[in-house]
């Protein structure tokens, strides 16, 4: 007899297997299904045409242009810096290794808050770096770059995080290979390590879009926060509720979750179709 069908082993007995599954489908639906659900019904419950006229209001309209500009800025910088960085952590020992993987993880431990204020004291006026800003005129702290700071220094995590794990598991045999063939530094990027790491690249890519798109706290301390000028989707969302425009801000989360999922639908789309073409 098995340990399976006795219960004394290491697989769960049939009663304990379901009540598993009831506690985990229970702790989904209550955290992530009940809510999005409610936000989708307040939203929708006037209709369809209210909805509409609520997400093409101007400053519903120039903050998700802003807000995909930022992801348009923030995603390929964390790609051509992050993918570099993994290489360098898996493929090298160095002095100072450990402390560069804990400032990686900063923005996990650090509240965006913080990182927000640490933003100001550095780019601010009065700042490390106010002389940006006091001489040369280029306004940081309260304006557009602010917005891009905060959302980099939030998402620079994701894109090491994903990529570096594959790069263990692949090894450097095919690298090796391809280097022994001739090959350059480039080619064997390019043609054996990047395909390689296409999956991890790929989910880093679609945290940091998510994580761009929906960040809020370091955003709110370092913009201006004007509508139509440096206001993204989740700024706008915050100011229509402290207005006592609900609806408005059901509204332009909703909004905010249909960008989030076409951007991850695309990835997804995109992804496939290149691992058809590499077949």
């Known amino acids: 007899m098995t340990s399976g069908s006795n219960g004394s082993g290491l697989t769960p007995a049939r009663p304990a297997r ?17 809510p999005v659900g ?13 909805f509409i006229a609520s997400v093409t209001t101007p400053a519903a309209i120039s903050a998700l242009q802003l ?28 002095r ?31 700042g490390f770096l106010g002389f940006v800003e006091n001489s040369l005129g280029l306004k940081i702290i309260f304006g557009f770059p602010g917005i891009v700071l905060a959302s980099i220094f939030v998402t620079v995590p994701f894109v090491i995080r ?14 090796e290979a391809a280097a022994t063939l001739g090959a350059t530094w480039w080619q064997t990027f390019w043609r054996v390590t990047l395909p390689s790491i296409r999956w991890g690249l790929t989910y880093g890519v679609v945290l940091t879009v998510a994580r761009t798109l929906g960040e809020f706290g370091a955003v709110l301390m370092v913009s201006s926060n004007l509508p139509g000028v440096s206001q993204t989707l989740t700024l706008l969302v915050h100011d229509r509720y402290n207005r006592g425009a609900e609806y408005g801000a059901y509204a332009i989360s909703t909004l905010l979750m249909a960008v989030a999922v076409v951007v991850l639908i695309f990835q997804v789309i995109l992804d496939a179709r290149r691992a058809k073409s590499n077949q």
């Not at 379901?18 to 009940?34: G, T």
């Not at 409610?38 to 045409?49: N, V």
């Not at 923005?107 to 990182?115: L, N």
């Not at 994903?162 to 690298?175: A, F, K, S």
Request: hydrophobic share 60%; proline share 6%.
């Open 67 to 94: 807000s995909l500009l930022v992801v348009a800025i923030v995603v390929p910088l964390n790609v051509v810096f992050g993918v570099p960085t993994a290489l360098v952590l898996a493929r090298n020992r160095f």
């Open 18 to 34: 379901y009540l598993l599954r009831f506690v985990a489908l229970s702790y989904v639906v209550v955290l992530v299904a009940v």
């Open 162 to 175: 994903e990529v570096e794990p594959v790069l263990h598991e692949i090894g450097t045999d095919q690298e």
């Open 96 to 126: 100072g290794k450990a402390a560069l993987q804990a400032v990686i993880d900063l923005p996990f431990a650090v509240s965006p808050i913080i990182v927000g204020v640490a933003l100001i004291l550095l780019w601010g006026t009065a």
């Open 38 to 50: 409610l936000i989708l019904w307040r939203t929708f419950a006037p209709g369809l045409g209210e």
